[in-house]
T-cell receptor, first 116, second 115 residues
Framework: GAGVSQSPSNKVTEKGKDVELRCDPISGHTALYWYRQSLGQGLEFLIYFQGNSAPDKSGLPSDRFSAERTGGSVSTLTIQRTQQEDSAVYLC??????????????FGEGSWLTVV | GNSVTQMEGPVTLSEEAFLTINCTYTATGYPSLFWYVQYPGEGLQLLLKATKADDKGSNKGFEATYRKETTSFHLEKGSVQVSDSAVYFCALKESGSSNTGKLIFGQGTTLQVKP
C-alpha cells in the first residue's frame, strides 16, 4: 500500500476486555515496529520484527501484551484483560531493508485506545 | 543500553527566532540518527536524518549535524514560524551485530512558536 495502515483508528473498550490492533506495513518492508505513546509522553518501544528473525520483545510491558506477524507482512498487537493504564496511541512503523543504515522508518497514523 | 536524551520542553519562541533543540545519545556501534516531527493531530513524520559522523541532515530549513565526538545531534533552525509548532523527537537506529536495529526515541520536545 501507499503507507503504513493501522486499524482501528479509534477503539473504546471496557476494562478487562481483550483488544486486537492491526498493522499493515508498506509492501515489501521487512522490518515492523510497535510503539506506544501515552498522553503527554514520549514513544515507548514495544516490539520489533525483522524478517524471519526472532522478534525483539524487550519493550512489552507485561505478559498481557503480545504481537505476531503472519507471513512477514501484517502484524497484530493483542492486549489481554485491558487496564485503564493501557489507554494510549499505539503506533506501527515499517522500513526496508533493515540492514542498510539510515533507511527511513515510516509510521502509521496510530490506533487510539481508550479503556473505560 | 542505547538511549537518547532530549532537552525538556516546552520551548516557547517568537516567530523568526533561532531554534536549538539539544539531543545527545548513548550507543554502541554506529547508529543512524533521526529527527521526527509530530504536528498537532497528525502522525509522526521524518524530518531529517544522518547516517554517519559529520553528516548533516537538512529539511524545511531545519538542520542537524551528527557529532560523534560529542555524541550529539542537535536540531537547529534559523528562523522559526508559527507552523513549526509541534513535538520534535530525536531518535537513533541501532546498528552492528550486537543490536537488533530497532529505533529508540527521546522523550520529545514541544515547540510553541508565537506570532
Amino acid at each position: 500500500g501507499a503507507g503504513v495502515s493501522q486499524s482501528p483508528s479509534n477503539k473504546v473498550t471496557e476494562k478487562g476486555k481483550d483488544v486486537e490492533l492491526r498493522c499493515d506495513p508498506i509492501s515489501g518492508h521487512t522490518a515492523l515496529y510497535w510503539y506506544r505513546q501515552s498522553l503527554g509522553q514520549g514513544l515507548e518501544f514495544l516490539i520489533y520484527f525483522q524478517g524471519n528473525s526472532a522478534p525483539d520483545k524487550s519493550g512489552l510491558p507485561s505478559d498481557r501484551f503480545s504481537a505476531e506477524r503472519t507471513g512477514g507482512s501484517v502484524s497484530t498487537l493483542t492486549i489481554q484483560r485491558t487496564q485503564q493504564e493501557d489507554s494510549a496511541v499505539y503506533l506501527c512503523a515499517s522500513s526496508n531493508p533493515q540492514g542498510a543504515p539510515g533507511n527511513t522508518i515510516y509510521f502509521g497514523e496510530g490506533s487510539w485506545l481508550t479503556v473505560v | 543500553g542505547n538511549s537518547v536524551t532530549q532537552m525538556e520542553g516546552p520551548v516557547t519562541l517568537s516567530e523568526e527566532a533561532f531554534l536549538t533543540i539539544n539531543c545527545t545519545y548513548t550507543a554502541t556501534g554506529y547508529p543512524s540518527l533521526f529527527w521526527y516531527v509530530q504536528y498537532p493531530g497528525e502522525g509522526l513524520q521524518l524530518l531529517l536524518k544522518a547516517t554517519k559522523a559529520d553528516d548533516k541532515g537538512s529539511n524545511k530549513g531545519f538542520e542537524a549535524t551528527y557529532r560523534k565526538e560529542t555524541t550529539s545531534f542537535h536540531l537547529e533552525k534559523g528562523s522559526v514560524q508559527v507552523s513549526d509548532s509541534a513535538v520534535y523527537f530525536c531518535a537513533l537506529k541501532e546498528s552492528g551485530s550486537s543490536n537488533t536495529g530497532k529505533l529508540i526515541f527521546g522523550q520529545g520536545t514541544t515547540l510553541q512558536v508565537k506570532p
